[in-house]
């Protein structure tokens, strides 16, 4: 199998989580190599992959990466990371407030349902 990578990649096992879709579902994964430009990402099981995109973020490195899936075979999947590079941190920080903000106006509704039925 030829090997159609611009960069070489630096075989690692680092514990990853990969946020798939619109509705950000978190899947822990494995990362089995990475380099500049993407990485081959395992997962404990077969993966249905519903977009083209997702965040990956590695704890070790301290990183979060936005990433174009490439290919993907089982549970086995290869990106491209999206024009950051590795040295460049992405900021999840807007995300996770979006997230948090739907959470609270969720549980607030909620609270109020409860109250609603005495």
């Known amino acids: 199998m030829q090997d159609r990578r611009e960069n070489a990649r630096d075989k690692v096992i680092y514990g990853g989580v990969a946020e798939i879709g619109e509705n950000g579902a978190s899947r ?7 380099s500049d430009n993407g990485a081959s990402v ?3 099981n077969v993966v249905d992959l519903p977009t083209e ?3 990956l973020r590695i704890a070790r490195k301290g990183r979060s990466f936005l ?3 490439v290919w993907w075979r ?5 990106v491209a990371f ?3 590079a590795p040295s460049e941190p992405v900021s999840d920080l807007a995300e996770r ?3 948090s903000e739907i959470k609270k106006r969720q549980l607030q509704r909620r609270i109020e349902q ?3 039925e005495r």
Do not use: P, T, Y
């Open 82 to 84: 999206n024009g950051q």
């Open 97 to 99: 407030l979006r997230k």
């Open 53 to 55: 995109q997702m965040s």
């Open 67 to 69: 990433a174009k899936v």
């Open 74 to 78: 089982d549970n086995f999947v290869g």
């Open 114 to 116: 409860l109250l609603g």
């Open 42 to 44: 395992e997962f404990s």
């Open 28 to 34: 822990e994964c494995i990362v089995r190599n990475i």
